[in-house]
């Protein structure tokens, strides 16, 4: 007699589900479904059919599936028997045809740190980038005598107007955002200030999160001022060896103008 229906029995495949009643507490509802020890994402609820203690439980009231967590209405209790099995149709439960997973099925997001492992992005994997190309903040107007530095924005920033005087720099991430939550114990973020100075050289002075830095400059020597009639640019490196607290290292370097 012929089957009539959009699947039929040779197209079907079912795996049993690793028992996984050992972790029942009466109070966990999510569990890992896995097979023969492997993670495995059934892809719906409809397509994994679940017993508990000889009862057979309905789909998508009693539990739901997303990704490889079985999720209960309610926690089972321990010493409760469990039996699961998922169907799958057109193949195996572990089988992907190739080029099946896209940026489509993939929601954003959906690939995380702890998914990359160790190693897998390499330098030829990233050769392609031929160029690394920074967007410098080039401001046409003199600075103000706080300048913030948001590095979460640019970390070059270049005042085109004649400073009116000693400038405070100030590297923060930005209005609402500190540095010191940025960075690590031991991690260091670069940002440079370009200062147009005119007859007068005006220096600077150094903060990171608005607190006063003592920084230590290039050659041991921390400059007197700025130079007139120059641009004066500020290489600062801000290394964060403690909460709030900071090894700062800076040079000045003079460029004439026109």
């Known amino acids: 007699m012929t089957y009539l229906g959009a699947t039929t029995v040779s197209d079907k495949s079912v795996a049993k589900l690793d028992d996984i009643s050992s972790s029942f507490d009466g109070v966990s509802v999510n ?5 023969n020890g492997t993670e495995v994402f059934p892809g719906s609820s409809v397509s994994v059919n679940i017993s508990l203690d000889g009862v057979w439980q309905e789909p998508l009231s009693a539990y739901s599936i997303n990704g490889s967590t079985i999720t209960f ?15 799958y149709y057109g193949g195996s439960a572990s089988a992907v045809s190739p080029d099946a997973v896209n940026t489509t099925q993939l929601v954003n997001s959906a690939v995380t740190t702890n998914k990359l492992a ?55 991430g930005d209005s609402s955002t500190t540095l010191n939550s940025m960075l690590a114990n031991g ?12 007859s007068t050289g005006y220096g600077v002075n ?46 000045q370097s003079q460029f004439g103008i026109g």
């Open 206 to 251: 150094i903060r990171v999160d608005n607190v006063t830095q003592t920084p230590r400059w290039l050659g041991n020597v921390a400059p007197t001022g700025g130079n007139s009639n120059s641009i004066d640019l500020y290489n600062i490196s801000v290394l964060k060896t403690d909460v709030n607290t900071y090894t700062v290292l800076a040079s």
């Open 31 to 35: 569990f890992t479904l896995r097979i």
């Open 118 to 172: 160790d190693g897998a992005v390499t330098a030829a994997k990233l050769s392609s980038l031929t160029y690394l190309i920074e967007t410098a903040n080039v401001i046409n107007s003199a600075p103000p005598l706080q300048a913030n530095i948001d590095v979460k924005n640019n970390s070059f920033v270049y005042y085109t107007g004649n400073n009116p005087g000693t400038i405070t720099i100030n590297v923060r």
């Open 187 to 198: 991690q260091i973020l670069t940002s440079v200030v370009a200062l147009t100075n005119g």
């Open 73 to 87: 209405d309610t926690p089972p209790r321990a010493g409760v028997k469990f039996f699961g099995a998922a169907t």
